[in-house]
């Protein structure tokens, strides 16, 4: 079945120092959307992108898709304390289930 | 956006009971899915909840042990039955309103189930 895989699985950087997840799958994606939770809250939507090649951006974060529509990644720039939480990457695979990806824990050391 | 009340939002139970959690929807949804968190996990689809049919269930989980109901297109019940300590996770309700224009998933608060 799809799976859906992302690295690193933890990552403690620097406060402003940059951050980056991959995301990669098995197969070809519909679209990938990318969640946040924060410690102890539910996931948060964060981006969906659909486009093979997009680059989307959100004030310090920036998410691209692949041009095989099979990898993602999310880069946010100057880490900032608010960004700690565990980013999820999630792939439609065109049956309308959305499986998600390990995730990645952010841990921002002050 | 949709928001989603999800009940109860923990509960510790005894190995062989079984225990229903609830999902209430304020707005009409596409799609209702109930997902399994186990602490610093990921998120593992248990089914699709489909509106007056049964459930459409992953690989790994059965009627049997996780029957679900979807009587309307805002409610929607998880059971947990016949439980162990091995289901001692986070069960998660997420929904794709109907008015959404990406198909984002919006997730209740989540019910922490602890099994004794």
């Known amino acids: 079945g799809q799976q859906v895989m992302q690295i690193p699985q933890y990552q403690h950087v620097q406060e402003g120092e940059d951050f980056t997840t991959y995301c990669n799958s098995s197969?070809?994606?519909?679209?990938i959307q990318w969640y946040k939770q924060r410690p102890g809250g539910h996931p948060v939507f964060l981006i969906q992108?659909?486009?093979?090649?997009e680059v989307k951006k959100q004030k310090r974060l920036t998410f691209q898709f692949g041009e095989a529509k099979k990898n993602s990644s999310l880069h946010i720039t100057a880490t900032q304390t608010t960004d700690v939480g565990t980013y999820f990457c999630a792939g439609y695979g065109g049956d309308d289930k959305i499986i998600f990806g390990k995730g990645t824990r952010l841990h921002i050391l002050p | 956006s949709a928001v989603i009340s999800q009940k109860p939002s923990r509960d510790i139970c005894q190995r062989g009971t079984s225990l229903t959690i609830q999902c209430q929807v304020d707005?009409?949804?596409?799609?209702m899915f109930w997902y399994r968190q186990q602490p610093g996990q990921s998120l593992t689809l248990i089914a699709t909840?489909?509106?007056?049919?049964?459930?459409?269930?992953e690989s790994g989980f059965v009627i049997d042990k996780f029957p679900i109901s979807r009587p309307n297109l805002t409610f929607s019940t998880l059971t947990v039955s016949n439980m162990s300590p091995e289901d001692s996770s986070i069960y998660l309700c997420s929904v794709v309103p109907l008015a959404a224009n990406t198909g984002e998933l919006f997730f209740g608060e989540g019910s922490r189930l602890t099994v004794l």
């Open positions: 197969t070809t994606l519909s679209n």
């Open positions: 909840a489909n509106q007056g049919s049964e459930a459409t269930y």
């Open positions: 707005s009409q949804v596409t799609m």
């Open positions: 992108l659909v486009k093979s090649g």
